[in-house]
């Protein structure tokens, strides 16, 4: 091993000295052995640990939207300037923790041409605003004598578009996809906002910014 | 045993285990049938003290049959040690020096590992009745609670248990840092350490959500949500910890096999490798201590 540097090493085994080597052999019997028993106990290893890491990260790979859509009421129901409440289960198979309130009212194209995309009245005829807060995730609640979301956790407020006015949260309340169908209203997936209203195609966790570079930071799930 | 007597027994141990090298298998046999027939000398002396109880001769033979039995432990253990070995191992782990000043603030690293075995103690048994599913998951956590005889006890112990495991982390943590125990060659001891801390964090993280009622479901979404703000990699640490965009049914049990096989098998893995390295450099003495000098070089110095 130390001379290494100057001459050139002999292929053959014998020639550098090793124990229990044959003439002719450029690899003895013990290295074989080594190496052989090394990379079964490698694949062996492989074998059992990728499926089960894939098993744990799977969530993380695959698409978990649940991509129907649910009926919330006819249209009758809501009007362009309240929001009305309704119950909405999201996650089926956990009971009451699977269920969801989400506020309600039409498209009002006197305050929702403001601002975001040309087709927000497109996607969204109905505005559905998530009570999950933009801050950590804690239920806010529709307040009608202030017109405004307020979060019980950490004081954050949103106005009636569910932009923030106060407090910690980082980005505008999320909504929904929504579309109607014989006189219904069916929402569909979550979506997150900027703050100017731009639509991101997939929903994101609360407390991640999404304008300007912050989006790269909290970069969005590899399927959607 | 040899290593409760190690002065005599280690020397009768190393002499012994000479013989069987040279004597072979004969050794070892020679001296266990000797002591076989010591033995069923002594039953059968104690079988005639029974019968002879009535005649009145008991006394010398019960003083013989105590003395007897109290060789019987010694012989249990001499035999294993005598396959296993394992005496010189105990005999550095349990016999090692400790430096001058060595108090109370050095017992923290074990009343630690003490709060974790009681953990997992209670958390085995409170896994007899837990059952994991969603909608089952509070009944049953009120099973334990009100119904399961002292389930109320071991459910406490366990529930108070974390709280202690994580106070007495911190103050192991602040005995190693103010008496300066981190320092060479003790730092990979140190980081070890900071590892455990993080890992019996998350126990109480995991542990959180188990009840199922609404201020664990709620604390476990705002908990898993401040992880999600870590910048890049927090997106996808929340997915793997809810299995998902968000909290569904798969997410409780996820919760519950990491919170007892996954994060316990860690801790109990890394607490070897702890305390390997405790035998290994020793405990510090505290930083009130000086080291003694001898005058000649105290003088050269000056």
């Given amino acids: 091993m130390a001379d290494t540097s100057t001459k050139k090493r002999s292929p053959y085994a014998g020639d550098r000295g090793l124990p229990g080597a044959y003439d002719g052999e450029t690899v003895t019997r013990r290295r074989l052995f080594e190496v052989g028993s090394m990379a079964a106990g490698g694949v062996a290893g492989a074998a059992i640990g990728l499926p089960v890491l894939g098993f744990a990260l799977g969530p993380i790979l695959t698409d978990q939207t649940p991509g129907d859509w649910k009926d919330v009421g006819p249209e009758e129901d809501f009007t362009p300037d309240t929001y009305v409440p309704k119950v909405m289960s999201v996650a089926a198979g956990i009971g009451e923790a699977g269920k969801t309130t989400i506020y309600v009212r039409k498209f009002n194209p006197r305050i929702d041409n403001a601002l975001g995309p040309k087709d927000t009245q497109k996607v969204t005829p109905y505005i559905v605003i998530t009570t999950r807060c933009a801050h950590l995730g804690c239920p806010v609640r529709f307040v009608q004598a202030s017109q405004r979301f307020i979060c019980p956790c950490h004081g954050g407020v949103y106005d009636g578009l569910g932009q923030v006015i106060s407090g910690p949260p980082v980005r505008p309340l999320d909504r929904f996809y929504t579309r109607v169908e014989r006189g219904r209203v069916l929402v569909g997936d979550r979506f997150s906002l900027d703050s100017q209203l731009n639509r991101f195609p997939n929903v994101r966790d609360p407390s991640q910014h999404l304008d300007g570079l912050w989006k790269y930071v909290y970069p969005g799930r590899p399927t959607t | ?302």
């Fill in chain 2, 1 to 302: 045993m040899s290593f409760t007597r190690p002065r005599q027994e280690g020397n009768a141990g190393s002499r012994r285990d000479g013989a069987d090298r040279e004597n072979g298998a004969d050794g070892a046999n020679g001296r266990s049938t000797e002591e076989l027939t010591e033995r069923t000398g002594l039953m059968s002396r104690g079988a005639a003290q029974r019968d002879g109880h009535a005649g009145g001769n008991g006394r010398v033979d019960r003083e013989k049959l105590k003395r007897g039995a109290a060789e019987v432990p010694i012989s249990v253990v001499g035999w294993l040690d005598e396959r296993a070995g394992m005496s010189p191992t105990l005999r550095a782990m349990l016999y090692r020096k400790v430096p001058k000043g060595t108090n109370w603030f050095y017992t923290l690293g074990s009343a630690t590992m003490f709060a974790f075995v009681s953990q997992a103690v209670t958390g085995i048994f409170l896994a007899m009745y837990y059952d994991p599913s969603p909608v089952k998951a509070y009944e049953s956590i009120g099973y334990i609670t009100n119904e399961a005889f002292a389930g109320e006890l071991v459910r406490g112990m366990h529930r108070w248990g974390s709280s202690v495991m994580v106070i007495l982390v911190f103050m192991h943590m602040a005995r190693t840092f103010f008496f300066g125990a981190y320092k060479y060659p003790r730092e990979l001891n140190w980081l070890i350490g900071v590892v455990l801390l993080v890992l019996t964090l998350a126990m109480g993280f995991t542990g959180y959500l188990l009840p199922f009622d609404q201020r664990s479901y709620w604390a476990t979404v705002v908990g898993v949500n401040i992880q999600t703000s870590a910048p890049f990699i927090g997106p996808y640490v929340a997915d793997f910890l809810r299995a998902g965009p968000d909290f569904t049914a798969t997410t409780l049990p996820r919760f519950y096999s990491l919170h007892m096989l996954l994060i316990p098998g860690l801790i109990g893995g890394l607490i070897g490798a702890h305390l390997y390295l405790v035998m290994r450099h020793g405990t510090t003495a505290p930083p009130w201590l000086r080291a003694e000098k001898k005058p000649e070089l105290a003088r050269e110095e000056i």
